[in-house]
DNA sequence: TAACCTACCAAACACTTGTTAGGGAAGGAG
DNA sequence: CTCCTTCCCTAACAAGTGTTTGGTAGGTTA
């Protein structure tokens, strides 16, 4: 099955650029992971450019379907960023190398080649999810009206992407363990309250 | 003088790295942007390995004397949090080239040369400094006992320093500023109190 | 004036990079 | 058996990499 053998050589190539990062990956590294040669990676794949954008879009595209659902339920401002947050680990557990390679490369590589223009749509959109339902919450009074809704934002996305760089897939916390401590700091705060 | 004509040019090498990440970045390019030809950089310096090594250990000499001085004034563990937020802040303020350089290689460079293993060194004292000032306020009523302080750590040492990524000095808000905001969520939450 | 130091250039070096071309082994289909 | 597809290898390519060597213009010191 051609499809097959093409999955399990990305599989292998996002561990590869996710742990070095990409531009100090070489194709050869990537194929001594996968156990052939360098050259053979070009029966498969037009180039190693290729191969990021098949990593990174087929995640984009699978966390851009779980936000529109997500957003399309019709939840109150809390329980969206509950379920966005929550959504969001879970796409880190599924998709660890690619994530942590989206937060590492996405800004080189949307400013170099136009083929990689995806990356930024992708942020504004993602964006736009975020700051509507800030907004939302802070005009509703479900959430403090004395914050800057941008930088919030900023604190909010970082937090959540970057724990792919420190995540490990079956290691003591399930993402939805995560999510929960997460949503507890950032809606309630790590003070006691009196 | 001979050390200033160093600093000018590790400023902008600093910089290039910060913008395109180290392994990217060619010496040619840091030479271009210096206004020289790339071999010249060899009578300043070593090797490209150099360059990043005296970028890195003079940012984090640095940190590492504001956090000493913060843990030294014997303040409580809140005012300890707020002092090493704030602190981070203007480490980002004054350093954003190298805290963006370090936040992205450190690792890669860590593992690959026993030449960077004070990077771990580092991470490991900033780490207990962070954890001893979490247990402490756990431990004396000032945050809540139910949360997992190391996951708790890893959500706030990676907002303050993802901050680097997105950070442009003297652009709308101050460093103080936005310490005080990120403060503000860290330690009472977004939801609004009842 | 002569000797010297600083900061650079010009040109090349050995090596690594992504990529290509041609060929061949294995296996299923006719 | 023959044909065809799939998947890989061998071997090379041109371009780009970090680095070295020898030289030189200009200022400073003796």
């Known amino acids: 099955m051609r499809e097959e053998r093409r999955g399990e050589l990305l599989a ?3 561990e590869v650029f996710a742990a070095r990062g990409y531009n100090a990956t070489t194709v050869r590294q990537i194929a001594d992971a996968a156990g052939i040669l360098a050259g053979s990676l070009y029966y498969h794949f037009d180039s190693k450019e290729s191969m990021v954008d098949e990593i990174l879009s087929a995640f984009l595209d699978e966390l851009g379907a779980g936000y529109d659902a997500v957003l399309a ?3 109150g401002p809390r329980e969206t960023v509950e379920a966005l947050v929550t959504e969001s680990f879970r796409e880190i557990d599924r998709h660890r190398a690619a994530v942590a390679i989206y937060q590492k490369e996405a800004r080189h590589l949307a400013a170099r080649h136009p083929r990689f223009g995806y990356l930024t749509d992708a942020r504004r959109r993602f964006a736009r999810a975020w700051l509507g339902t800030l907004e939302r919450g802070v005009a509703g ?3 403090r009206a004395d914050l800057d809704i941008r930088l919030t934002y ?3 996305r970082d937090t959540v992407w970057v724990a792919a760089s420190w995540y490990r897939p079956g290691a ?3 993402p939805e363990e995560i999510a929960r401590q ?3 700091v950032v809606l ?3 003070a006691l309250r009196d």
Chains 1, 2 share one sequence.
């Open 12 to 14: 292998t190539a996002a």
């Open 73 to 75: 339920a019709g939840l």
């Open 141 to 143: 009074g479900a959430f």
């Open 154 to 156: 900023r604190f909010v």
């Open 172 to 174: 003591q916390h399930s």
């Open 182 to 184: 997460y949503l507890s």
């Open 188 to 190: 309630d705060g790590i």
